[in-house]
């Protein structure tokens, strides 16, 4: 099991990971390691160019990828106890503390609500990125190599302990609207490559298989790589940086806990196809599901009623 995991808050609307760590290192070390650019290109996700002085501006760069970096700016600095910047419209708040012969680091996110960091739905690829990297930091640290750490096992473990892979049901007149969101590190394009199969769904005709848990309807109507639609279904992909988010709505008569299910593990099928990991349909999974939203649903009826 994961000795450390992330937490998740919500803070004034705004999504807030948090991380500590116990090091073995004095806290200028500490610092250093997190200041200094050299040092960070050794475990930060990015390139940073910047002054250690409260206004500065950063200038981040991704050396491997062919995306734009956000911007930054210095928020503040006390060495070696403090540094805050922001990254695009998050705020990385670093935070190192003595203890005893070493120190301990609190890293904290602040994610904004449709940023390039994907808002609540982009939590789980940010903490399991995290959790990459600051394996990767206590390594330099302690002048080993890197760990191999497998991102995204520890991606789906986030999304399971977030809740993130989870439907939501609103009400529209007479019937309900299942919602799923999902964040995936894949661009638009390659998602809508993965979902049609080389296909070239047209209006009129079945959409491509992968569309649905249970087979797809007839579409009626389609926008390449950006959405999608067909007999009461709707699929759209917004990008993000880099990746997507995928948002599936369904609408139906009433709340089928059992939709809910199936949907649920089609998207878990689908992230994981995406990362080239195929897997066959999980019926003890679905059925698990299925009397996790039945009991759910059954909690809400009776405050429902009261309303």
């Known amino acids: 099991m994961h000795p450390d ?27 250093r390691a997190i200041s200094d650019p050299a040092e960070l290109r050794h475990w930060f996700p990015a390139a940073m160019e910047t002054e250690l002085r409260a206004g500065a501006p950063i200038r981040f760069t991704f050396e491997e990828m062919d995306v734009d970096a ?21 705020v990385l708040r670093w935070e190192i503390v003595p203890d005893g012969d070493g120190c301990r680091l609190f890293f904290s996110q602040t994610i904004a609500a449709g940023g390039i960091s994907g808002g609540r739905p982009g939590t789980a690829r940010n903490a399991a990125g995290w959790d990459v990297c600051l394996g990767a930091l206590a390594a330099r640290l302690d002048g080993e190599p890197a760990p191999e750490t497998a991102w ?24 309900v609207v299942l919602r799923f969101e999902r964040d995936v590190v894949q661009p638009p394009e390659t998602v809508w490559a993965f979902l049609c199969e080389d296909a070239a769904p047209q ?52 709340v089928r806990p059992a939709a809910l299910a199936a949907w649920q593990v089609h998207l878990e099928l689908l992230v994981a196809g995406l990362q080239g990991i195929e897997r066959c349909w999980p019926d003890e999974r679905v059925a698990a599901l299925e009397a ?4 759910r649903l059954a909690a809400q009826a009776p405050r429902a009623g009261r309303r």
């Open 5 to 31: 995991w992330a937490t998740l808050d919500t803070i004034g609307g705004k999504s807030v990971l948090r991380f500590e760590r116990r090091l073995a290192h004095p806290p200028e070390k500490v610092f």
């Open 152 to 175: 995204f096992p520890l991606f789906e473990a986030y999304v399971e302990r977030f809740g993130l892979g989870e439907g939501t049901v609103r009400e529209s007149g007479d019937e």
């Open 203 to 254: 209006v009129g005709a079945d959409a491509p298989r992968r569309f649905g848990p249970t087979p797809p309807g007839r579409v009626s109507a389609v926008e390449p790589e950006r959405s999608l639609a067909y007999e009461g279904v709707r699929w759209t992909f917004e990008p993000r940086v880099p990746g997507s988010l995928i948002v599936v709505e369904e609408t139906l008569p009433e």
């Open 292 to 295: 996790r939203y039945a009991a």
């Open 70 to 90: 956000p911007g930054g700016e210095v928020l503040e600095v006390d060495p070696p106890k403090l540094l805050v910047y922001t990254w695009g419209d998050d």
